[in-house]
Structure formats: C-alpha cells, structure tokens
C-alpha cells in the first residue's frame, strides 16, 4: 500500500525531531559544563568518536522504527535532495520532506532547553565553523555529506546491502565526528544545524551547513551521472529504510 503525502511528511517531521532531540542530548551530555564525560573519558578524540558512534546510532534505530519505515527515513534535506537527483521524488514532495525535516528540527531541539545550563554552556550543540575557519569548515562538510550520500547510494543500490544500510550509519559517524567536527562540527545535515541554532540564537555561519553539504551532493550525484553508474547501479526508491511491506516508493516518483 502507498502512503498518503501528509503521512510522509509527518513521519519526517518526527524522525527528524527524534533525531535531534536524541542525538544533540548526547552531544549536551557528553560535552556540556559540569558534564561527567570529562572525568570518564577526558581524551577529547576518543570522546568525538563516542558521540559520533552514539548520535548515528540514533539515526540507525529512527530508520528502523515505524516512523523511518512509512517515509523511508531521510531526516536530512541533503539525503532529499539526492534522492530528487535520481528521479526518486517529485519537486513538491523534495519541498514537502525538507519543510517537515526543518520544523522537526525545530521542534527537537525545543525539547533540548530542558538541559538548562549545561546545554546552554555548548548553545544545545550548535554548529558553527572551528578555530581554522570558514574555508576548512567548508571543505569538511563537502566531505563529509560526499561521504555520507556515496555510503547511502552504495548500500540502497544494491538489493542485496540495502537491508544493512542503517548499522552502517553509527560506523560512518563515529569516524567523520573524531576526524572532522573541531572544523565545522560534523553536521552533514542543515536541518541538524537549523534546530540547535533556533533553541540558542546562534546563526554564525549557519549558509555553510546549507551550501557545503548540498555541494556535497552535487559532487556525488554528479559523478554518478557523468560515469554512468546509475545505469548499472539502480536506486528503486527514494528510502533509507527498506524493513517494511509498503510500495518501495511510498509516494510517486516520477520527475
């Protein structure tokens, strides 16, 4: 059975507040003032590597929840829009999911004042660009979401990885959070971005977490054109999460 646009649409609105509110509590918990983490893991690279296993673990089981499953899981206008490039999604539903996935942040990270100081203390886990600057930052994010959306065409092209797609995802952070997030924080994602910077009022930056990671996008997708592998190398639908019985396609997908 297909899914109704405004069921897709809610169930993004939702997997994307889980994700925020979840994943940025880790972040808060690990990183806040007063935190117990200095104490318990003091070494700052090997912390970075937690987080980033723990906030992708967050992401893996919103995939797999009944949320993830009706609108396959996207929580990420990068993830949107790379399926739009496929010819996965419609320009009206691509505008649909990115709404959704932006009030959700929003709506998340509303849930994260009630960290009081200790989240004010790393403005609820806002990113803005580190020490080395704008450019550094930049190129991090471009990496990072080139990363991430090559992982995600890898695994949801191929019929027999596209099951295993979402434990990949806390693997993949945990490396680009140790090796990249003192640049620009690791977002890879402008809806995580959006939300920590509405709960805090802090919007240093904020058009790098936007123009960087859909960059990003446009490095890959465009590689996947210009080399034909998307002749060979088939995405169905556009879903991250395939651990259900709906139409592969849960919305119409011509473009």
């Known amino acids: 059975m297909k899914q109704t646009p405004f069921k897709l649409y809610v169930s993004e609105f939702i997997g994307t507040a889980l994700l925020l509110a979840a994943g940025l509590s880790v972040v808060i918990f690990n ?24 906030f992708g673990t967050t992401g893996c089981l919103i995939t797999l929840s009944p949320v993830g499953k009706i609108s396959g899981a996207h929580i990420n206008p990068a993830v949107s829009i790379a399926f739009w490039m496929c010819g996965k999604m419609q320009k009206h539903a691509v505008l649909g999911y990115v709404i959704s996935q932006m009030l959700g942040a929003a709506a998340g990270c509303s849930l994260l004042l009630l960290w009081g100081r200790q989240g004010a ?4 886990g806002n990113t803005v660009p580190g020490n080395a600057g704008l450019a550094p930052a930049f190129a991090g994010e471009v990496l990072t979401t080139s990363a991430l959306i090559t992982l995600l065409y890898v695994f949801v092209s191929s019929k027999k990885l ?31 971005s959006f939300g920590p910077a509405v709960v805090s009022g802090v919007y240093t930056g904020y058009w790098l977490y936007w123009l960087a990671p859909v960059t990003g996008v446009l490095l890959v997708m465009g590689f996947v054109k210009a080399a034909n592998i998307h002749r060979h190398h088939l995405i169905e639908a556009a879903r991250v999460s395939y651990h259900q019985e709906l139409s592969p396609a849960g919305i119409k997908t011509s473009s």
Do not use: H
């Not at 806040?32 to 987080?51: A, C, D, E, H, W």
């Not at 203390?121 to 609820?124: A, E, G, Q, R």
């Open 31 to 54: 990183w806040g003032k007063g935190s117990v983490m200095n104490y318990y893991i003091p070494q700052p690279g090997l912390r970075r590597l937690f987080t980033g296993f723990l």
């Open 121 to 124: 203390s790393i403005d609820y």
């Open 162 to 192: 596209r099951n295993y797609t979402p434990f990949t995802i806390p693997f993949l952070y945990s490396f680009m959070v140790w090796a990249e997030s003192p640049l620009s924080g690791c977002s890879t994602n402008p809806a995580r």
